[in-house]
């Protein structure tokens, strides 16, 4: 195997947040189910350490992850393993950042989301500029609620101009063409997020270079198609692996679109696929 790309989502489910908007069902984690998240990290993390081929991860928690230990210490760990070539996670950034200078800064990065009205934005830009400041690679990123407009435009004129700014279409909003011309100042490529993609049919690579991995170590070909492959602890996902077209009639989330080979995005975002950063940020 050339390389593999993996999306882990474990069982957390737990956030220091409450976003509306957030289309994700949080729960308040019990003591046990921490401790079973921590152990399905582990040994995840253990697994990807066994293998002899590159490999790329992007953690994307429904919870927050940064908060908990067990996701830092994951991070750090496979950061400095020779065959991981990028080791990422979506993050709300309300931990403490200092815990970056233990990892291998040339293959970690951050996704990092700020949510007005969750946490102050002199809080949020502070916690931007630290990163910038310890040399952590990172994106930053808002939801695209038009209550939230001032605030995007102000991040785009206060963080540096290399820190990519992306901007999320709010889950079934639809966008006049006035309002998208707004957003898409602040992002340019928000075009690519305003309408959901038809991808029924389309070349994809997941579950082909990509795949989505749960707690129980079940490999899907992303999180949106709950067709299982196999697993990852016993090799069953291995044979399973090859190009397919996509099942789903349409496909509404970065992370899944961008795996779709017919827009193109890998180039759009080469080197930066997982922690969504544009290769070209100075012509944007």
Not at 3 to 28: E, M, N, Q, V, W
Not at 48 to 58: C, F, I, R
Not at 158 to 164: H, K, N, S
Request: proline content about 7%; overall charge neutral.
């Amino acid at each position: 195997m050339q390389h593999l790309t993996i999306l882990y989502r474990g069982p957390l489910a737990s956030c220091d947040y409450d976003c509306p908007y957030c289309p994700f069902a949080k729960r308040r984690d019990t003591p046990e189910q921490l401790r079973a998240d921590r152990a399905a990290l582990e040994r995840f993390t253990a697994w990807v350490a066994a293998q002899e081929h590159p490999v790329s991860v992007l953690f994307t928690p429904w919870g927050e992850g940064l908060v908990r230990s067990w996701y830092r210490r994951a991070l750090t760990e496979l950061s400095h393993l020779p065959h991981v070539e990028r080791v990422a996670i979506q993050t709300n950034l309300s931990h403490r950042v200092s815990w970056t200078s233990e990892a291998d800064r040339s293959k970690l990065a951050l996704w990092a989301t700020y949510h007005p009205g969750q946490v102050t934005y002199d809080r949020f830009l502070g916690k931007c500029r630290e990163l910038t400041e310890r040399g952590v690679r990172h994106s930053v990123g808002i939801v695209g609620e038009p209550s939230h407009l001032d605030a995007a435009r102000r991040l785009r004129g206060e963080l540096p101009a290399d820190t990519y700014l992306w901007v999320n279409a709010a889950e079934g909003r639809a966008y006049s063409d006035e309002e998208a011309a707004a957003w898409t100042a602040i992002d340019p490529l928000f075009p690519v997020s305003r309408h959901p993609h038809a991808s029924r049919g389309l070349a994809c690579r997941t579950g082909e270079t990509v795949v989505s991995v749960d707690g129980e170590g079940t490999v899907r070909r992303c999180h949106f198609v709950p067709a299982v492959l196999g697993n990852l602890y016993d090799g069953s996902f291995r044979d399973a692996l090859a190009p397919r077209p996509c099942p789903m009639d349409t496909c509404d989330c970065h992370i899944g679109y961008v795996h779709l080979k017919p827009l193109g995005l890998y180039d759009t975002f080469a080197g930066g696929v997982l922690e969504r950063i544009p290769a070209l940020l100075g012509e944007m």
